[in-house]
């Protein structure tokens, strides 16, 4: 069964500092909803707050895992993990003096993720056939496409249905951006993933997402329905594509 997320005027920051304000969007099962937003307008903000990492002072948040509503807000991330929600965090994290194994099995450090440790790295070498023929290799010598495709495995080790992805592009090459936005594609058709995006890269993000939202000062500043009605908006329109 599909999985989905709703986030209802989520308010949250730092201290005294708010970063986001009212915040509200929607992931429907399957769908691959991307957050766009420049730097420092509150995309990491918000999805550190839907991994429990950070605790929102108003709203909520419902994540509907195999037909059950989970109020996320309150949670341990491991409890969030537990339930089927990964993060792929922006600048990846590797551990680059582990090996690509050790780096995966670091992904599955949750008990009820051990326990199912066997079939979850199988999962994700069939997944990544490229991971497993460089299982020995360390994760720093990698280049940055495998590095980001290592880093997608090791969310892939907690077998989740619910996928959020931190900037994927950031740091890659032009080639390797497109292919890790192909990646994530491919994951989501092949797990039947719902996924969440948060990215800057507007053409890139718009070739695989279903629709957007556009986060400005720690708002919603433009939500589109499809990518067509996201191109036509002024604001992506003179933000992200120079027009
Ligand atoms: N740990 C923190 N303590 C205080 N302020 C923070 C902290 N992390 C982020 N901020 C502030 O919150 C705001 C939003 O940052 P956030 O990282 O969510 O933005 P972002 O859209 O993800 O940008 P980036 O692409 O740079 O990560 C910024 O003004 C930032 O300075």
Redesign the pocket.
Known sequence: MASSIRIDNVSA???S?R??HNVSLNVAPRETVTLL????????????TIMGVVRPTSGRIVATIDGKDHDLIGKETEEIIDLGVALVP?GRRLFPRLTVEENLLLGAYRPTARARLKDNMAYCYEAFPRLAERRAQLAGTMSGGEQQMLALGRALMSAPSILIV??PS?GLAPLFVSRTIDMIAQLKERYHLTVLM?E?NFIQAMRIADKGYV?VH?EIAFRGESPEEMQQSDLIRQHYLGM
Not at 37 to 48: P, Q
């Open positions: 920051g730092y201290g500092v970063v986001l937003g420049t730097n420092g307008n509150g995309k990491s903000t918000l999805i550190k922006e931190d900037e950031v948060a800057q986060i720690g």
